[in-house]
């Protein structure tokens, strides 16, 4: 990928509405390292001297979450006014803050008029946190469970959006500078918006900048990226990120995962396995998770959980069982408890573990198949229309 810094895709906080320049500054928060180098280049920085520069700024923006130039102490204070006067360290704004009974957050953020994405930061998963990011505004696969498929695909993040959801999360849990001790968010997962595999390029470098040991450090072990099935680039994934590996199974035969997830039609169960059993570093000490909504009288039989067992045999893996989330004019309702419980029995005896996720976040519509915002394709002559309204 092409990492030369790029006004546009680099900030989420400067749309360009009209082809033009944008007016507003360019955000260093989300850019890559050599983003950053060429950013010091821009402002007058010596070619030689840019590396260390972009260093410099790594850890202030990674390490240290600063959010002013003034907090950088170890740069010249002349640099500094440079680096204001071109560059801000603002991260996209937060439209709606929500705080579930049980503690989950869900956090809608404007990365550009009309485009908006949504992050989740669920505490306390088995003694850790996780932040559940986006991807994509939309998206096209059309899971016929899934509040978040009855939205069109809007436009893929930029790896810069989805660090800084990161940033975003970690400001609100006042989680500056980088911890190893007492962290709240410990483990990202690539579960909110979007189908990360059709954004892999800007997902794979979101993730080196998330990872990095001097910045963000969330190490690649407790990065999980879920994909519902987009088969030609599973083995990618794990070539380029080394990031643990989720599946959005949902069924154990092609007619039923047909209805469900309409990808499957296109890369039918044989070849998802296949592609699977394909991953790098496969093993006991890295498993695949199979994520399967339970739906009631849908896919939630004891013969499923049966064929569940033998579809996957020999893939070192575990099975998240996840209680349907219910969402306005959703087709489907949730699995017995019991029956639930049932299905876990059956795939616990066969030595798989399957935990079932306790729902969390429902009331704030954060749960597991409930995001979606209310973003919409805007063409540019309507947002120039709408701008020449607001100045009128």
Not at 66 to 86: C, P
Not at 299 to 324: M, T, Y
Request: net charge neutral; charged share 25%; aromatic share 6%.
């Amino acid at each position: 990928m092409n990492h030369a810094l790029n006004i546009s895709a680099a900030n989420p906080n400067a749309p360009r509405l009209d082809g033009s320049q944008p007016h507003l500054p360019t955000s260093l928060a989300g850019m890559t390292r050599a983003q950053l180098r060429d950013a010091a280049v821009e402002i007058g920085v010596d070619e030689k001297k840019a590396k260390m520069r972009a260093e410099q700024l790594w850890r202030w923006i990674y390490h240290q979450g600063a959010t002013s130039f003034d907090e950088m102490t170890n740069i010249s204070k002349d640099l500094r006014a440079k680096m204001a006067d071109r560059f801000t360290l603002t991260r996209p704004k937060i439209v709606e803050r929500l705080v579930s009974v049980d503690g989950t957050r869900k956090y809608l953020i404007e990365l550009s008029p009309g485009v908006e994405c949504e992050t989740v930061f669920i505490p306390d998963v088995a003694k850790s946190g996780a932040l559940c990011v986006s991807s994509q505004v939309g998206c096209t696969l059309n899971c016929t469970f899934c509040h978040t498929g009855t939205q069109a695909l809007v436009r893929n993040l930029t790896a810069a959006e989805i660090a800084a959801q990161v940033m975003i999360a970690r400001d609100d849990l006042q989680e500056w500078p980088t911890s190893n001790e007492n962290r709240k968010i410990t483990n990202i997962v690539f579960m909110g918006m979007g189908e990360p595999l059709y954004n892999l390029d800007h997902v794979s470098d979101a993730i080196d900048t998330i990872s990095d040991g001097d910045g963000m450090a969330i190490g690649r072990r407790r990065t999980t990226v879920s994909t519902s099935g987009v088969v030609p680039k599973i083995k990618e994934l794990g070539e380029r990120t080394g990031t643990m590996l989720a599946i959005s199974l949902h069924a154990t035969n092609d007619d039923l995962r047909d209805e469900l997830v309409p990808l499957n039609k296109k890369y039918p169960l044989a070849e998802l396995m296949d592609a699977i059993r394909q991953y790098p570093g496969l093993g006991n000490s890295k498993r695949v998770t199979f994520e399967y909504v339970m739906l009631k009288g849908v896919n939630d039989s004891l013969a499923e959980a049966r064929a569940l067992v033998r579809l996957l045999k020999g893939v070192p893996a575990k099975i998240n069982l996840i209680p349907f989330n219910p969402w306005p004019d959703s087709p489907y309702e949730c699995s017995d408890w019991d029956q639930i419980e049932a299905f876990a029995d059956v795939v616990n005896r066969a030595g798989y573990a399957s935990p079932i996720r306790t729902p969390r976040g429902r009331d704030i519509f954060a749960a597991c198949g409930q995001l979606r915002s209310e973003s919409k394709k805007v063409r540019a002559s309507e947002l120039r229309k709408q701008r020449l309204a607001g100045e009128g």
